[in-house]
């Protein structure tokens, strides 16, 4: 039962690939949702935070479980299952959020790839990651 780390990983991965995501996950994770959580718990009580906790946690699981078998085993889905290219881009992907937030925000731009460390005019005195992401 290792997934905290594949997670961890999935999470470096993200950060590395878009600078303002993890920004986004601390005020996400730490604040809106459980402000919102509280509020809904506060205003409308442990009713109304079942009733929308219970939907959104059973979608959260469904998508969880298409996920790992769309990896491990894609023959035991539907075809329009197999993958997710039939959802719009901004449902799959970052990159939409991405050009939004960098036209908005100029301090988060993409990382570059960088050159390997062995590379003596990479100028970052080797600290690059294997995937090819700039370690600052």
């Known amino acids: 039962m290792r997934w905290p780390i594949a997670m961890c990983k999935v999470l470096g991965r993200t950060t590395a690939a878009y ?3 993890a920004v986004l996950y601390l005020l996400t994770a ?14 409308a009580g442990n009713e109304a935070l079942y009733a ?3 939907p959104f946690a059973a979608a959260v699981i469904a998508i969880i479980i298409i996920n790992v078998l ?6 035991l889905l539907p075809k329009y299952l197999r993958n997710w290219n039939r959802l719009p881009l901004w449902m799959r992907s970052l990159e939409p959020l991405d050009r939004l937030i960098r036209r908005c925000c100029f301090c988060f731009g993409k990382y570059n790839a960088v050159p390997n ?6 100028g970052d005195g080797g ?7 700039k370690v600052e």
């Open 70 to 75: 769309q990896s491990k085993a894609p023959r």
């Open 117 to 122: 460390p062995g590379d003596d005019d990479a």
């Open 30 to 43: 730490f604040f809106f949702l459980p402000g919102l959580i509280m509020g809904i718990t506060l205003v």
């Open 52 to 54: 929308i906790g219970t």
């Open 127 to 133: 600290m690059a990651m294997a995937d090819g992401v």
């Open 19 to 21: 600078r303002w995501f």
